[in-house]
Nanobody, 118 residues
Framework: QVQLVESGGALVQPGGSLRLSCVASGLTFRYYVMKWYRQAPGKEREYVAGVTIDGGRKSYAESVKGRFSISRDNVRSTVYLQMNSLKLEDTAVYCC???????????WGQGTQVTVSS
């Protein structure tokens, strides 16, 4: 059974930092493109960041470029999202997604809550 389990969400002040983790099990992690998405209350889910299977290429939404950094550890089957200079508008549930390269297979985690508030 495939599981993606996120952690690291918390309440943080504006300007603060958090590191989210997503641990995968039940799949061959190194074969999956990994992405982070977020959904704020009353808004559509939006793409945040993605990383290729070998970690060589990364992409970011314009809203987080220069502040967030995605990375992966294929030995630990974990993808990370380092979030710096957090803003109020970063408040959302953050979910990770695994996409099978060259296939339609995808898996989602349940999400972790990030709240940015003073």
């Amino acid at each position: 059974q495939v599981q993606l389990v996120e952690s690291g969400g918390a309440l943080v002040q504006p300007g603060g930092s958090l590191r989210l983790s997503c641990v995968a099990s039940g799949l061959t992690f190194r074969y999956y493109v990994m992405k982070w998405y977020r959904q704020a209350p009353g808004k559509e889910r939006e793409y945040v960041a993605g990383v290729t299977i070998d970690g060589g290429r990364k992409s970011y939404a314009e809203s987080v470029k220069g502040r967030f950094s995605i990375s992966r550890d294929n030995v630990r089957s974990t993808v990370y999202l380092q979030m710096n200079s957090l803003k109020l508008e970063d408040t959302a549930v953050y979910c990770c997604k695994a996409e099978g390269q060259g296939s339609n297979v995808e898996y989602w985690g349940q999400g972790t809550q990030v709240t940015v508030s003073s």
